[in-house]
DNA sequence: GCCGTTTTCGGCCCGACTGTTTTCAGTCG
């Protein structure tokens, strides 16, 4: 089965190539954007081609791409970027992967070194040859051998959670800065992306503030990047990136529009603006016949200027958002003060660290009116799942502190293993006293993608199961989902009415947002669910629905953000 | 290479910071 990502993968080799060659830049932009836009899919290339979809219908794709990607099916390989590999060493697009290296560089340190690795640039630098080379000098060759130590270190993209620590702190600290009017954190991190590439934050302040001597005096500082007027970046120890743009306050607007992107939505945006005789850039809306200024100090300024009202961050990513903004079709998304309670959480019964009582008052405090325990199964022995005798047990002291509590609903459920064969953990019978039963998948993750797909749909028809939870078993950042046809589960998921969990812990993200998109537009039903193992865990729930409102999900999509008696109906 | 309620040809976002360039190219946001 080819996936997406080498298809894509394949195309930003040819895109790097190309940049490296020196080719036409929009002939480059073409590829990188098919590449982007490949790898953002939800469904598999291989399987739309399989039922007849034409490629050429996706943005991005045209004829010359759409070929290729039939021939890399058929092959396994694509022609040109053989063709392209005789000309250009491969190990010269690694060497653009490292901070301030681009094509011209990396071609320059081919042609005038032979350099076409990692090592041998180590080397040269070391040996102080870089010099030698027109345009490059002292400083280039310091600041490379500091990009390959960085790029040694392997530090990749952070969690959206981790985001938020790192916000909050350099918010308190540059908060306190004299002269700082607002301070908005921006980019991905705005965006509500599973994980961030690097923090962006834009602050608004004083022509005097001295908020950039502060910034990059920060003391978690490893590097200064670099340092400008309006725009800083630093490195803390930790590796990430953070970048500071500082504008004035008339230009609030269309600076968060800027910072927040993405880049695909920003040229977008841009371009619609230059076809209406505009020109929008982070510091306003200009007529572009003179310059004039227009607007620009609100975000919905910036829109109303090219005619749209305002899109949400979570849909800016150039997946049809202004379409259906400029149609009126943009959904009205899911918001966390939908959320009326939570469908997955484990007690001190299996491996969570609170009772159910304490899982149930965090949950009051939350203003929710109901909440689901569902603590794991015998399979999960890690968790010290439980078996029919031990959940009867559970069961009852559930319905016991129930009764204890008043103003919230305590549900009877359970996370019940899918086994490897698809049959469940525990019996029928017991299941049947629960009132919500989530299945999922915790073992034999290496199947086939048929196999695995087959096993979860078995696990859909039975009619015990209410949702399927963490449909794709990943972990952000440390493990790739289980090979499985997703539409095929949606789609089964559809016909015997089982709802689709979105889990909201921040390593899982699980559907992820392009797949809930899918899943809502066929039609699914979901349910986003902490998955708390403790009940501060509770409040992880923000992260569910952003990736929900990512996934341009409204709240109707979404059983529990029902009143109780309208989301147990829900279930089959 | 892609795209099109002005186009099937001729455009394709716009600006900041760095270094060695004596006037701006390269890289990045
Ligand atoms: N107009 C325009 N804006 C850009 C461009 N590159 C970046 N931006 C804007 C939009 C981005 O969201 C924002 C921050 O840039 P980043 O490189 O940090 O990207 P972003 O945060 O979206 O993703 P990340 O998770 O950091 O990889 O700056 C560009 O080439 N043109
Ligand atoms: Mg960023
Ligand atoms: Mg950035
Ligand atoms: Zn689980």
Redesign the pocket.
């Given at each position: 089965m080819l996936e997406n990502k080498s298809i894509a993968d394949i195309f930003t080799e040819i895109a790097d190539i190309l940049d490296i060659q020196g080719e036409?830049p929009?002939?480059i932009?073409?590829?990188r954007n098919?590449a982007r836009t490949i790898g953002d899919m939800s469904e598999s290339l291989q399987d739309l081609v399989k039922t007849g979809r034409n490629l050429?219908e996706i943005?991005?794709?045209?004829?010359?791409?759409?070929e290729k990607i039939l021939e890399i099916m058929k092959t396994g390989k694509c022609q040109s970027l053989e063709e392209l590999k005789k000309k250009t060493p491969p190990g010269l697009t690694e060497l653009l992967r490292l901070?301030?290296?681009?094509?011209?560089?990396?071609k320059l340190l081919y042609d005038g070194l032979g350099v076409d690795s990692v090592d041998r640039l180590e080397k040269a630098a070391q040996a102080g040859r870089l010099k030698d080379l027109?345009?490059?000098?002292?400083?280039?060759e310091e600041?490379i051998l500091k990009s390959i130590e960085q790029f040694r270190a392997g530090i990749g993209r952070f969690k959206l959670s981790t985001g938020f620590t790192y916000a909050e702190a350099l918010g308190r600290y540059l908060g306190d800065v004299p002269g700082v009017k607002r301070l908005d954190p921006a980019?991905s991190f705005r965006r509500r992306r599973e994980t961030i590439g690097?923090l962006?934050i834009l602050a608004i302040c004083t022509k005097t503030s001295k908020v950039m001597e502060r910034f990059v005096a920060y003391g978690e500082v490893k590097d200064v990047i670099?340092?400008?007027?309006?725009?800083s970046?630093i490195r803390l120890r930790n590796g990430l990136?953070v970048?500071l743009r500082v504008l004035d306050e008339e230009s609030y607007g269309a600076a968060l529009h800027y910072f927040t992107g993405s880049?695909a939505h920003?040229?977008a945006i841009?371009?619609r603006?230059?076809?209406m005789g505009l020109?929008?850039?982070?510091?306003g809306v200009f007529r572009a016949r003179d310059e004039k200024r227009l607007t620009g100090a609100r975000e919905e300024d910036v829109f109303q200027a090219v005619g749209l009202p305002i899109i949400p961050p979570e849909l800016r990513e150039d997946r049809g958002e202004i379409a259906a903004a400029e149609e009126g079709r943009l959904p009205r998304l899911i918001e966390p003060a939908d959320i009326r309670g939570d469908l997955q959480m484990h007690t001190v019964a299996t491996d969570g660290k609170s009772s159910i009582a304490e899982m149930a008052q965090k949950a009051k405090e939350l203003g929710y009116s109901y909440l689901a325990i569902t603590d794991h199964s015998q399979a999960v022995r890690v968790a010290g799942g439980l078996n029919e005798k031990a959940l009867a047990k559970h069961l009852k002291e559930v319905e016991k502190v129930s009764g204890q509590i008043s103003g919230i609903r305590i549900l009877k459920g359970v996370e019940v293993d899918i086994l490897g064969d698809g049959t469940l953990d525990l019996k029928d019978d017991i299941l049947k006293e629960c009132e919500v039963v989530l299945g999922s998948v915790h073992s034999r993750f290496n199947m086939e993608e048929g196999e695995m797909t087959k096993r979860i749909i078995r696990a859909i028809k039975n009619p015990c199961v209410h949702i399927l939870a963490h449909p794709t078993g990943r972990l952000i950042l440390e493990r790739e989902p289980y090979k499985v046809n997703l539409k095929e589960v949606v789609q089964a998921a559809l016909d015997y009415g089982v709802v689709l969990e979105i889990n909201a812990y921040p390593d899982r993200l699980d559907l992820r947002d392009v797949d809930a998109r899918m899943a809502r537009d066929m039609g699914a039903k979901l349910a986003i669910s902490t998955d708390a193992h403790s009940r501060q865990q509770l409040e992880l729930m923000k992260f569910g629905v952003f990736t929900a409102r990512r996934g341009w999900i409204e709240a109707k999509d979404v059983i529990n953000t029902y009143p109780l008696d309208q989301m147990l109906n829900s279930l089959r």
């Open positions: 036409n929009f002939r932009r073409s590829y098919a050429e943005p991005g794709i045209g004829k010359s791409i759409h901070e301030g290296l681009g094509p011209k560089k990396v027109s345009g490059m000098g002292e400083k280039t600041k980019g690097d962006d670099s340092k400008g007027e309006t725009k970046s990136q970048d880049k920003n040229v841009r371009e603006a230059k076809e020109k929008v850039s982070e510091y």
